[in-house]
Every structure is written in C-alpha cells, then in structure tokens.
C-alpha cells in the first residue's frame, strides 16, 4: 500500500523594507527610462515631420539632447547626436561632414586644451601614488585642538590636495577614507564629518589645477593661465569660510565636535615632510604660471613629470619596506609596473571622455548661432532691463535648479554657450564669471537631493565605519552640506559686489 506524500506548502518569504524600496526604485527607474524614450522619439519626429523656424529647431535640439541625458545616454554622445541632427535640419548632410571634420580636429588638437591631460595624469598618480594622504595627517597634528579642529584640518588638507589634484572625487576619497573614522571615533557628529569631507573635496575644481576651469576657458576662449590663476584666492576663501562654518557649528554645538589631543611641536614639524611633495608641486605648476616662467600647458607637463618621479620614490620605498618586513612578496619592479600602468590606463580614459564632451559642446555652440537660440537669449535678456548684477544674481537660482537635473559638466557646457551673449552684452568679464561658474557648479555637486558628492561621502563613510555600530544615513550627509551651501551662496554674492578677488591676481601676472 503506497502513500502519498504531499508536502506543505511553503509560505511566501515576506520581503524586507530594503528589498521593497529596491523594488520600488527599479520600477521608477525603468518607467522614467520608457518615459524618457517616448519623449525622445516624439521630439525627433516632431523636427522630422512639422516644418519649423530655425529657432525652433534650436529649442527642440535642447530639449533632446536634454531628454537623451536624462536616458542615461553618455553625455558626449547625447550633445554631439542632438547637435549633429540640429546641424542636418538647419544646413544640410553636406555642412554635418563638414563640420564634423572641423570641429573634432579643432576640439583635439587645441593647445591651450592640451593641459588637460596633463592635470588629469597629476591628479591620477597622485591619488594611485598615495602622495595625497600625507596633507591630512600634518593638518590634523596642527589643527587639532581648534574647535572642530579635525574637520578644519579635513578642510585644509582639501584645499593643499586641490592645489595639486583637480579631482572633486579624488580628493574627498583620499581624505574621508581616514578623516571621517577618526572624527567619529573622536566623538564628531556624523554630519558634521561627513559635511565637512565632502566640501572639502569641492575645493578641488576651484583652486587649480583644475579640469572644468581649463574646459571653460577652451569653450569661453578666454586665455587658460589667467583662468587658473583666477581660482586661487575664491578658492583659498571658500576654505576659509568653511572654516568660519566648523568653528561656529563646533562652538554652538561643542558636542558636535570635541576637541582634538594635543600633539609636541616634534610631532608637528616631523608630519610636514609629508607635506613637501605637495609643496614641489604647487610650486612648479602655480610659481611657473604666475611669474610667466611656464605657459599653462607647460606646467601641465612639468607638473605631471614631477608627479610621476615623486610618485615613484614613494611607491619603491613603500615596496621595499613591505618586502623587508615580509607584508608582501610582490617584487618592487612588479609594483612600479603596475603603477605605472594603471595610472595611464586611468588618465586616457578620462581624457578621452572629456575631449569627446568638447567635441559636442563645440557642435552645440554651432547649433546654437545656426539656430539663432543663442541671440534670442541675449536680445530677451536684454529686453528684460536686468542690470548686470540683477542678471548675475537671478544666475544663482537657475544654476542650483538645473543641478538638480543636469551633471555638473553637461550644465556648465549646455549654458555657457547660450548665456554668452548676454554676458558679453552685460559687460561681465568672463574670468571672473569662470570663476563664479565653477563655484556654482560645485554647489551643485553637494545640493540636496541629487548632488552626487553626497552619495559619495555616504558610501566612502559606510565602508570606512564599518564595524562601529553606525546607521549612516543619507540625511545625515544633506544635514551636514546644507550650512556650507549657505556660507558657499554668501561667497557669490561676495564675489559679485567684489569681483577682484577673481581678477587681482590674473591681473598682477599680467602686470609681471
């Protein structure tokens, strides 16, 4: 006699908070994407199919490079797609050749752009090199019995990194990865540490070397040494207040941030040769510039040398100890070979992304005079009346809107050739707006609730603390930002009423 077995029915697993809100977001996500898509193709019909004044096609070319973003299309491809259908409707397949031809030779082979390798090959065998790490264990030991003294330090050591790495990114892992543990098992606020290390890393396109000043100045046509040089002080000044914002948080709120140990002025002056790399650096790339030794682009490529050799004593000698105390087996020559390796892989590829975002903003900039969108711009800006410090300030507002939609380089690059014309109708010296660009979009970079800085600083403090019983949370970074943006808005507005700030020292190099 056989039975027959049958076996229970299995509950359904009831899902995790975590797992439905994954759920959720992938759900939005791929609605947003076929939403996105839909709009895409009703726009390149609507250009195809109805018949419309060229400044129409300018508006909607807008519109979809906009949209093609927005579907996750890299930016490069989406502006030069856009620009190149925007070229077709206007002039004809026979003018997009030749164009194409032009504006892609002209992109890559500009000499003032040409630096741009050069910073990013700094940047990048600095942080591969570890030559970085050193800033912020000298500003800690000096630093450190200040109110807040730690995150001050975090700020410091930003500012020295920026001078020698215009990564944004670069500089906030290469300090959070040791700032924010240490402020937090020193008792800081996580908001605070976490704040504190992502404003610090948005130093690092304001003070030079810095990529998008370069990328400004090629797209503008204003000269690129001037344009670096301008970055100085606005940068050592936002530092500045930073450290105004952390002295007040920590004298408010002392338990936000407890002060520091105290450390023997041996200790101190024994952690500034970790420093001296960094110094050689400034020196060469900064110096050079500012007493016309060196052109911009040769200070790029002398910068990059000194970096690479510095880089290399210190990744030998970091090899070497490794192998004597037995921590590793890897031989030295290994180690300097991979060094090397990974270091130009890293800058080619960057360099590459960004010389293809030239590419289309220059087909964009013809798209835009083709079109007539560019005077429209101007002519209605114009007519509004606004005086040059009404339009500068009305900027502010629009600036942190678009961030909330649009990557920082495609925001600068979609604006700079539309605003332009009334830039230039307004009398605004376009260093100085540079500067104020810039500063703008580093804003952006940390602006609640899609600053890209802030879910980096998240992830960079979860893996850090990991271990320390804590529940690090994204609010807790917009928590920590938001009292900077408001010392950052401050700082705008400083700069408009006092626009030598930007422009005395530019000004003093000329004079030499």
Request: with cysteine; net charge positive.
């Amino acid at each position: 006699m056989s039975t027959t077995l049958r076996e229970a029915p299995q509950q359904a697993r009831i899902k995790t908070p975590v797992e439905i809100k994954d759920a959720l977001t992938a759900r939005r996500f791929t609605i947003g994407l076929i939403v996105t898509a839909g709009v895409t193709v009703l726009l390149t019909l609507y250009l195809f199919v109805f018949p419309s004044s060229k400044l129409i096609v300018g508006f909607v070319i807008i519109l979809l490079m906009m949209a093609l973003m927005l579907f996750k299309i890299p930016i490069g491809i989406a502006m030069s797609g856009a620009a190149m259908l925007g070229l077709y409707l206007l002039v004809g397949p026979r003018a997009v050749e030749g164009t194409l031809k032009e504006v892609v030779f002209q992109s890559f082979a500009s000499w003032s752009l040409s630096v741009i390798p050069m910073f990013v090959l700094m940047g990048v065998a600095l942080g591969k090199s570890g030559l970085m790490s050193g800033a912020y264990d000298a500003a800690r030991k000096w630093l450190s019995r200040l109110p807040g003294g730690l995150a001050i330090a975090t700020t410091f050591a930003g500012a020295g990194m920026a001078a020698t790495s215009g990564s944004t990114i670069g500089i906030a892992y290469a300090i959070g990865r040791v700032s924010i543990p240490e402020m937090i098992r020193s008792g800081y606020k996580p908001s605070l540490a976490m704040g504190a290390t992502g404003m610090a890393g948005t130093l690092g396109q304001v003070i030079p070397p810095s990529v998008l000043l370069v990328i400004y100045a090629g797209v503008a046509e204003t000269p690129v040494g001037p344009q670096l040089l301008a970055g100085i002080l606005p940068g050592l000044a936002l530092a500045a207040l930073f450290t105004i914002v952390i002295i007040l948080w920590a004298s408010f709120s002392p338990r936000s941030a407890p002060r520091g140990v105290r450390y023997s002025w041996q200790e101190r002056l024994a952690s500034l040769i970790h420093v001296v790399p960094m110094l050689i650096i400034i020196v060469v790339v900064l110096g050079g510039i500012y007493f016309g030794v060196f052109t911009a682009t040769e200070a790029g490529a002398y910068g990059a040398l000194i970096t690479l050799i510095l880089g290399l004593i210190v990744v030998v000698g970091r090899s070497r100890k490794g192998l004597k105390r037995g921590v590793t087996t890897i031989p030295t020559r290994k180690v300097v070979g991979t060094f090397f390796s990974s270091t130009m892989m890293e800058a080619v590829s960057a360099v590459a992304a960004v010389m293809l975002l030239l590419v289309g903003v220059n087909l964009l900039t013809r798209v835009m005079a083709l079109s007539g969108l560019a005077k429209w711009v101007a002519d209605a800006v114009i007519n509004l009346g606004l005086s040059q410090l009404g339009f500068l300030l009305l900027l502010i507002p629009v600036y942190l809107v678009l961030g909330f939609f649009l990557d920082t380089l495609a925001m600068m690059l979609l604006t700079i050739p539309v605003f332009m014309g009334p830039l230039v109708a307004l009398d605004v010296d376009l260093i100085w707006f540079g500067v104020f660009l810039i500063v703008l979009a580093e804003i952006d970079l940390v602006a609640p609730p899609l600053g890209v800085m802030n879910f980096v600083v998240l992830a960079i403090s979860q893996s850090s603390t990991k271990g320390m019983g804590l529940k690090l949370k994204i609010t807790d970074v917009f928590k920590g930002v938001m009292p900077f943006i408001a010392a950052c808005v401050v700082f705008l507005v400083i700069l408009i009423f006092w626009p030598d700030l930007a422009l005395w020292l530019p000004g003093q190099a000329a004079a030499k």
